[in-house]
């Protein structure tokens, strides 16, 4: 089974209680390599939550950011003014690299998402389907 989620990220395998997401597309990026992660439904929520941590640490990256943007220089000397020049196409480049950054992070927390809800879906109508077995009533 192959389900695309936002992003480009897919879901290659969810059979049983093993599910398998392989790295979001980012545009612009080289592709990813065709290998992915594997979870159990146990430890998915666990990984959702790592990601979330890491996405939480990359937004206070990118505050800090922009103030290395916005730096002003202290004084109206050149040695200031020269530090400044330096340093906000610095700080510029690294908002540029954390919102990247950010974006795949996003991306594939909701792939993991879309992974773990497409299990629990496809759980919840298969028990449904054996119960209406089990008593004996079935939609054809």
């Not at 505050?63 to 916005?70: E, G, P």
């Not at 996003?106 to 792939?111: E, T």
Request: charged share 25%; net charge negative; glycine share 8%.
């Amino acid at each position: 089974m192959h389900v695309a989620a936002d992003g480009g990220a897919a879901v290659n395998k969810a059979v049983g209680s093993t599910i398998a997401v392989a790295a979001p597309k980012i545009a612009g990026a080289p592709a990813p390599s065709g290998g992915g992660y594997k979870f159990s439904r146990e430890e998915i929520d666990q990984v959702i939550a790592e990601w979330e941590d890491l996405y939480a640490s990359l937004t206070h990256d990118y505050q800090r950011a922009q103030d290395m943007a916005l730096v002003r220089p202290p004084g109206a000397e050149p040695a200031s003014e020269d530090f400044t020049a330096y340093a906000n196409p610095s700080g510029k480049a690294f908002m540029q690299a954390t919102q990247k950054m950010m974006d795949y992070v996003q991306k594939y927390i909701d792939a993991l998402r879309n992974a773990r809800d497409g299990i629990t879906t496809r759980e919840e109508q298969s028990q449904e389907d054996v119960n209406k077995v089990g008593s004996g009533v079935m939609e054809v």
